[in-house]
């Protein structure tokens, strides 16, 4: 039950962390009238999807990231030529609803023609010779084209994503980032409510992780006992004092005070050596004493772990340019084990960790390299300084080039912890 609960716990903190990222894009870009056509959670195989007003929200295999694809982003899926044959059917109002481009023998209640002319993007029109008689009908803004049991929407110019002004495609994409900062912003204030803040200058020595198997632990003290003699000797607030005499006292019983809540009752230890370690050791960490966080100081504290958390962040990418090797690179399987360690601690911790992975997410996605959100806030930038877009074939060639690399590299950092877990 508890490996089932951390595996929970972990693919639970992924999908936060990306579906807040992915909501950003979506609900902008929705604010801004883009046809949102998938918001996926994941990339490869389909698991689970479901159509909500004009949007299919798919849950996929492979937990690597998502997307929300919105139309314009990349070439119509569907496209019709004149001498086709196709089936329409109109709506109340005479407008064609649905486009079927097989199987027309089997439709029902649908007019059946050759295509003439048709226009799914500016004037949302099509003619059709229909027995040698020329039929021209409006196209709904919402139609839908149907081929091989698959029904797509087609995306009127104004739909699309290159239709809008450069504001509001920078908000679309800079949306996904800014949630990915909000909810880092929360998850530390969450945390600091959970955990407290630390009491200043402290008067006693508080336990905080107690080392499954050694004296401490047999000894069934808790995480926030409080130490207050060993041997006679007054702890206080000396963590080194308790080090030392434990340290020295290997093998030999050693009588403590200890205090829980409101109770002190005594008990003996008899510290024994760690592999690889010298002296006694009982098997416990300390933690700093800590009292309820007020409102003030739950934001202040966390708006100081995000301005910290986001130098080293920083300072890890510049040791990563300077010293570059692919050791020191995780992918996908190293930050699933890590965060599967990190939530056998207990859920503050776990908090924590998903506040930083948010952070990071949000800083990286920002980076001007191809494919990523940065790269594209880079070409909008551009093109707001040269008064034009550049050319999207041009635009998408670096975003697929990029897009490989970064493939490819997720791909080699995944063998490489592969082959540290194998190796142990």
């Known amino acids: 039950m508890e490996m089932l609960r951390i595996v929970f716990l972990t693919v639970l903190m992924f999908f936060v962390i990306v579906t807040v990222h992915e909501w950003g894009h979506y609900y902008f870009a929705r604010r801004a009238g ?11 195989p389909k698991l689970f999807s479901y159509k909500r007003n004009e949007t299919q929200f ?6 690597f990231g998502g997307y929300a694809r919105m139309a314009g982003e990349d070439p119509e899926l569907v496209e019709i030529h004149p001498g086709q044959t196709i089936a329409v059917r109109l709506n109340s109002d005479n407008q064609v609803k649905k486009i079927y481009l097989d199987q027309l023998d089997n439709r029902k209640n649908v007019i059946r023609g050759e295509v003439e002319f048709m226009d799914m993007v500016d004037q949302l029109s099509v003619r059709l010779d229909v027995d040698g008689e020329h039929q021209q009908y409006q196209i709904h803004p ?3 084209t149907v081929a091989k049991g698959i029904e797509t929407q087609i995306a009127p110019r104004d739909r699309q994503f290159g239709s809008k002004t450069v504001g509001q495609r920078a908000l679309a994409i800079f949306a996904g980032p800014v949630m990915n900062f909000i909810l880092a912003f929360v998850l530390f204030a969450l945390h600091i409510q959970m955990a407290g803040i630390p009491v200043e200058n402290p008067t006693y020595v508080q336990i905080g992780e107690i080392t499954k198997g050694m004296p401490a632990d047999e000894a069934n003290l808790k995480k926030g006992d409080i130490i207050e003699s060993i041997n006679g000797v007054a702890i206080g607030s000396d963590y080194q004092k308790m ?3 434990i340290a020295a006292s290997k093998d030999k ?7 829980r809540g409101d109770e002190s009752f005594e008990l003996t230890l008899t510290p024994r050596t760690m592999e690889g370690q010298e002296g006694g050791k009982v098997g416990i960490v300390p933690e700093l004493p800590t009292r309820s966080a007020g409102i003030g100081e739950t934001i202040t504290g966390a708006g100081t772990a995000m301005v910290d ?3 080293i962040i920083f300072q890890g990418f510049r040791q990563l340019i300077q010293q570059f090797s692919m050791d020191d690179l995780g992918g996908p399987v190293r930050t699933f084990e890590v965060t599967g360690q990190i939530a056998k601690q207990g859920i503050e911790q776990l908090t924590y960790w998903a506040a930083i992975l948010s952070l990071y997410l949000g800083i ?4 001007p390299i191809p494919a990523l959100d940065g790269s594209r806030l880079v070409f909008l930038g551009i093109e707001a300084l040269r008064g034009k877009p550049i050319d999207p074939n041009r635009e998408g060639m670096v975003h697929f080039i990029g897009f490989a690399m970064l493939f490819l590299l997720m791909i080699a950092v995944t063998y490489n912890d592969i082959l540290r877990l194998i190796n142990g």
């Open 309 to 311: 958390t986001t130098s």
């Open 58 to 63: 798919t849950l996929r295999l492979l937990p």
């Open 142 to 144: 919402q139609a839908m």
């Open 243 to 245: 080090i030392e005499l």
């Open 34 to 44: 883009i046809l949102v056509r998938e918001f996926a959670i994941g990339f490869g």
């Open 253 to 259: 019983p050693m009588d403590w005070t200890v205090r």
């Open 364 to 367: 990286f996605n920002l980076l």
